[in-house]
Antibody, heavy 120, light 110 residues
Framework: QVQLVESGGGVVQPGKSLRLSCAAS????????MGWVRQAPGKGLEWVAL????????YYVDSVKGRFTISRDDSKKTVYLQMNSLRAEDTALYYC?????????????WGPGTLVTVSS | QSVLTQPPSVSAAPRQKVTISCSGS????????VVWYQQLPGTAPKLLIY???QRPSGIPDRFSGSKSGTSATLGITGLQTGDEADYYC???????????FGGGTKVTVL
């Protein structure tokens, strides 16, 4: 069965870095695009980044451009989110998700999330 | 401020119907497919509708989606207590080159 498991979250000071990982299993990883979506405590969903199935294209929400980098390692079936220059407003539960649709971006499987807290 | 606009909440009695609207613009809903997610309390979102009106396998036909112009609608018929959740619409925004979500709608079963 499809499984996504995020890791790497934690408490970090403003300005510092963190790398999130998402380990995938149960499907042919290099056939699918992958994405990160975050949810601040008590708030709605905010899309963060996506990477195409072959890694050729990457897109980011404006608020993280230049600070976050999405990447993938197909040999490890893992997608990463490198987060630099973290800010308090980056505090959220970060979900990794599989992009199922070819017509648009739609996430059919999600991990349980990993919590990132940016605080001094 | 979300790019897509949803009502904060809707409610109805069990077995009734609710609809949730999602309003956008020509750069997003008007020219791209819409998806809908359900998020039960304390859980990850779940894909309910994709490509405007398609249901993934396992999603009951009580859930339906439609799109007209720059707006989309999610319908839930035969409302059940287990449908109490937050619902989000989403799509690609061609001007932003980004995925955009609505602010979410909380469904309450009275």
């Amino acid at each position: 069965q499809v499984q996504l498991v995020e890791s790497g979250g934690g408490v970090v000071q403003p300005g510092k870095s963190l790398r999130l990982s998402c380990a995938a299993s149960g499907f042919i990883f290099n056939n699918y695009g992958m994405g990160w979506v975050r949810q601040a405590p008590g708030k709605g969903l905010e899309w963060v980044a996506l990477i195409w199935y072959d890694g050729s294209k990457k897109y980011y929400v404006d608020s993280v451009k230049g600070r976050f980098t999405i990447s993938r390692d197909d040999s490890k079936k893992t997608v990463y989110l490198q987060m630099n220059s973290l800010r308090a407003e980056d505090t959220a539960l970060y979900y990794c998700a599989r992009d199922y649709c070819s017509s648009t971006t739609c996430y059919d499987y999600w991990g349980p999330g990993t919590l990132v807290t940016v605080s001094s | 401020q979300s790019v897509l606009t949803q009502p904060p909440s809707v409610s109805a009695a069990p077995r009734q119907k609710v609809t949730i609207s999602c309003s956008g613009s020509s750069s997003n809903i008007g020219n791209n497919y819409v998806v809908w997610y359900q998020q039960l309390p304390g859980t990850a979102p779940k894909l309910l509708i994709y490509d405007n009106n398609q249901r993934p396998s396992g999603i009951p036909d009580r859930f339906s989606g439609s799109k007209s112009g720059t707006s989309a609608t999610l319908g839930i018929t035969g409302l059940q207590t287990g449908d109490e959740a937050d619902y989000y619409c989403g799509t690609w925004d061609s001007s932003l080159s980004a995925v955009v979500f609505g602010g979410g709608t909380k469904v309450t079963v009275l």
